[in-house]
């Protein structure tokens, strides 16, 4: 079993910027991939960004409308991934999710979410 644990949401400022956090714990391989989706009001859960870890070395892949402005990172030593956004838009506001698919049990696993308000 794997516990997803978000972290680091709150309210700012359009242009701002701020880091979340996941911090994970159970059975958890580094070459597990880690994401972050995010939920707005009224709309579906989109996938923002994914990280993995393999003979390639490490892989990131970003929605469009956040290319630029996001970057995730993993930490394996904490078990923890990051997802650092700046340029923050009123259109970011949602419930962001972070996300792991454990590839030893072919499971997904899903934190409680964190609440992100862009707004002036």
């Known amino acids: 079993q794997v516990q997803l644990v978000e972290s680091g949401g709150g309210l700012v400022q359009p242009g701002g910027s701020l880091r979340l956090s996941c911090a994970a714990s159970?059975?958890?391989?580094?070459?597990?991939?880690m994401a972050w989706y995010r939920q707005a009001p009224g709309k579906q859960r989109e996938l923002v960004a994914t990280?993995?870890?393999?003979?390639?070395?490490?892989?990131?892949h970003f929605l469009d409308s956040v290319k630029g402005r996001f970057t995730i990172s993993r930490d394996n030593a904490k078990n923890t991934v990051y997802l650092q956004m700046t340029s923050l838009k009123p259109e970011d506001t949602a419930v962001y999710y972070c996300?792991?698919?454990?590839?030893?049990?072919?499971?997904?696993?899903w934190g409680r979410g964190t609440q992100v308000t862009v707004s002036s």
């Open positions: 990280f993995s870890s393999g003979v390639s070395g490490n892989i990131a």
């Open positions: 996300n792991l698919y454990s590839a030893s049990s072919s499971s997904y696993f």
């Open positions: 159970g059975y958890i391989s580094s070459s597990d991939t």
